[in-house]
């Protein structure tokens, strides 16, 4: 079966201050992978996908980046955290293997709660 | 532009029915999925459309018209537990899904 993993749960950081954010998947290859952020009491807001080894598409221009430097291996990064970085950070993965062009439901990973004070 | 609408929150009481109304635009459409979400955890997948029609999962149902650009999720026979967000999401077809912020769900004893 498939799992999907990210740490760490809980994150708090100075502003100005780097970040890392990781995220791996088992039990599938070739999956779509995404990061998302969900500020408090808001929708989920998509902010990279990937599908393939170093492609990386971005949803909205910000201070973060993307990487994906194995096929199970996302990582969400920022060289200087802003306080409107703070949220919760969620990955998901979905199927990247679709004949019908059908991409099927995301399957999301625990999260990460990020504090930037 | 691509949007999605659906009610900020909703009550009901325990045992009861409740349906949860999503609207959506997008510029292709490869699907309509409804994710639940509680408070702190991440969302997880309760049902897909993808033609029009109702599609049922034992106490959930959800409904879709591309026509329309309408979804709805029923939730039968309410429980506390049923207590939660419902994200209503629209996949335009590249890859990418288009999440609504989200109903929150209170059932009532």
């Known amino acids: 079966s498939q799992t999907i993993h990210q740490w760490p749960a809980t994150l708090v950081q100075p502003v100005g201050s780097p970040l890392s954010l990781e995220c791996t998947v088992e039990?599938?290859?070739?999956?779509?992978l995404y990061w998302y952020r969900q500020a408090a009491g808001r929708g989920l807001q998509l902010l990279f996908y990937?599908?393939?080894?170093?492609?990386i598409s971005s949803e909205v221009p910000q201070n973060l980046s993307a990487s994906r430097p194995q096929d199970r291996q996302f990582i969400l990064s920022s060289k200087k955290l802003l306080l409107s970085d703070s949220g919760f950070y969620l990955c998901?993965?979905?199927?990247?293997?679709?004949?019908?062009?059908?991409?099927?439901?995301?399957?999301f990973g625990p999260g990460t709660r990020l504090t930037v004070l | 532009g691509q949007n999605i609408d659906q009610p900020t929150e909703m009550t009901a009481t325990e045992g009861a029915i409740v349906q949860i109304n999503c609207t959506y635009q997008?510029?292709?459409?490869?699907?309509l999925f409804w994710y639940q979400q509680h408070a702190g955890e991440a969302p997880t997948f309760l049902s897909y459309?993808?033609?029009?029609g109702l599609e049922e999962k034992g106490r959930f149902s959800s409904f879709l018209s591309r026509s329309k650009g309408y979804s709805y999720l029923l939730l039968k026979e309410l429980q506390m537990k049923d207590s939660a967000s419902y994200l209503c999401?629209?996949?335009?077809?590249?890859?990418?899904?288009?999440f609504g912020t989200g109903t929150r769900l209170k059932v009532l004893a």
């Open positions: 998901a993965w979905s199927s990247g293997d679709s004949p019908s062009g059908s991409w099927g439901e995301q399957f």
């Open positions: 039990g599938t290859s070739n999956p779509n």
């Open positions: 990937s599908v393939g080894i170093g492609q």
């Open positions: 997008t510029s292709g459409f490869n699907g």
């Open positions: 459309n993808v033609l029009d």
């Open positions: 999401a629209a996949s335009p077809g590249t890859y990418k899904y288009i």
